[in-house]
């Protein structure tokens, strides 16, 4: 309410004016803005009194223009309001866009345009009142009138005092009619603006308070849900290890008991026999404990994925591609064994600088080109899906051989690895594959079974099946790490860690443990090639998903 255009409103003004007592002295003037056809201010006018616009020299604004004539129009002070007439011009006069054929008053701003001229106007009027206050020390005075000031019963105020007599809390003693009426206007605006302000101000507090609220609960049913989303994943890792340890012990005692029963019919000892049959319906029992157990570890499943996914939700995030990117690195964690909610930052950036090492190379889908000729993507995927293990294992020997059958690796003091998985002999010989009498040999021997792809991807998923069920807790990515650096070695840096499955990931493991180079970059190129397998359209690769229809 500061604002000085409060004491000439127009408004105000016609109030004003309306009231005999009140009394305002107006000094009449206008400004007039000239612009070109771009719109680009040329020059200002400023006139009290009557002007003239045309193309004659003679014009208060002569506009030196074919389409304009000698004297377009002029505009007058009359009657106490400004008017615009036109001049019998050829083209017309056009006032706020509407030819104007009579004597027209102005209302301001007013923009004015001469016929078909690229040029217009701006009219404006500078409201210059001066207020009249009552002077208080108006006398009786003498016939010779020698005190002016006792014969003008108002005098003039200056802007400031004005606005000092209008705004101040305390109303002068000697203000006038006029004086109050303005006061009054002003502070019953004041007090509606005040009145207007303290119901926007409890409107946008509730507001506020709302959305404190609603964030503070959605923040609470975040953290409830990712927490029970935690523990369910943890649940879900115990018993994975739990039930791989019980297959593979299962394995073995069914293995023994063929064996006995060879023996037994062999030197016929029927004796025996009472003792293999509760033998046999031991083993038939645990395996239906497995499966029922297998079954309550798809439930557990189902429900940690509507945990993640009501986390999701929770979280307002706007769809972006980093986010997508993002979005496929946890689900590939996520099939690997690892947490998808506890994923580092730091994790999903070195994801993404691996990926980009793919993309400048042709390996990879020189590789998956070879992957695809040769069928090997059902052979890897039954061979894995049978141990129960995670599908995104089968970009394991891409970095081992790029699925080359042939693959033949370099003389260690171990050994020479071997065929699509590497094998070493004695390595390969604890699966059951036979090594051939060309095992220490750099030389391909078909009678060398770690050649042939169908039995050692079978062997291989054998082998990543004990690693996944002991020290590695089920984590996939350090089942990676034992695979290459050697479990041996990996199985000794994890005991050093906690005896829990929260504790035994592939994040906190690199942090504790100096991993050599090679392994790091044999985890992480097989852990963003399944990222790329994702989508490799999106990478700007050109093979097929082999795991698109799979999981």
Known sequence: MDDDSTIINPQIKSKLIGNSDIKMSYQPELKVSLFNAKGLL????????KFTVGRSPDNDIALPDPLVSRYHFDIRWEDASWWINDLNSANGTFLDGNRITQKTRLEFPATLALGKASISLKVEDIYPYNILEPNNNHQSVSNTGSNLEANQPYRNLSKEEVKARLFSEKEANDSGEFTRIIRSMIHEDRTIL???????????????????????????????????????FYDI??????LSQAEIKLKENAEVLDLTMKLIVKEKLGAEQE?????????????????SERQKLVSMKNKYQQYVQNTKLLSIRFPSSSQYIEELITRVARGFGENELEVPSDFVAEVQRYIQYWQKSSRMSQAMKHLEENSYTSIIIDALEKEGLPLYFMYLPLQESNYNAHAIGPETRFGIAKGAWQFLATTAQDY????????????????????????????????????????????????????????????????????????????????????????????????????????????????????????
């Open 275 to 291: 003792k293999i049959q509760k033998a046999r319906e031991k083993i038939t029992a645990e395996k239906l404990r497995i499966s």
């Open 237 to 242: 890792k115990t018993l994975e290890i739990s």
């Open 42 to 49: 040329e020059k200002q006018y400023s006139f009290s009194n």
């Open 432 to 551: 059951g594959l036979r090594s051939g009498p060309l095992a220490n040999s750099k030389e391909y021997d078909p009678q060398d079974e770690r050649f042939n792809f169908i039995k050692a991807t079978q062997a291989g998923a054998k082998h990543l099946k004990h690693i996944y069920s002991t020290e590695a807790q089920a984590s996939g990515l350090l089942v990676m790490a034992s695979y290459n650096y050697g479990h041996t070695r990996v199985r000794n840096m994890i005991n050093k860690m906690q005896e829990n499955p929260r504790e035994r990931n592939f994040w906190k493991f690199i942090q504790q443990n100096n991993l050599p180079k090679e392994t790091y970059d044999y985890v992480f190129y097989i852990f963003s090639a399944a990222v790329i397998g994702e989508d490799p359209k999106y990478f700007g690769f050109n093979f097929k998903s082999p795991l698109l229809f799979q999981l």
């Open 194 to 232: 005040k009145k207007n302000n303290k119901r926007f101000v409890w409107i946008a507090s509730t507001i506020l308070l709302l959305l404190i609220c609603v964030a503070t609960y959605q923040q609470m049913a975040l953290d409830s849900t990712r927490k029970l989303a935690i523990d369910m």
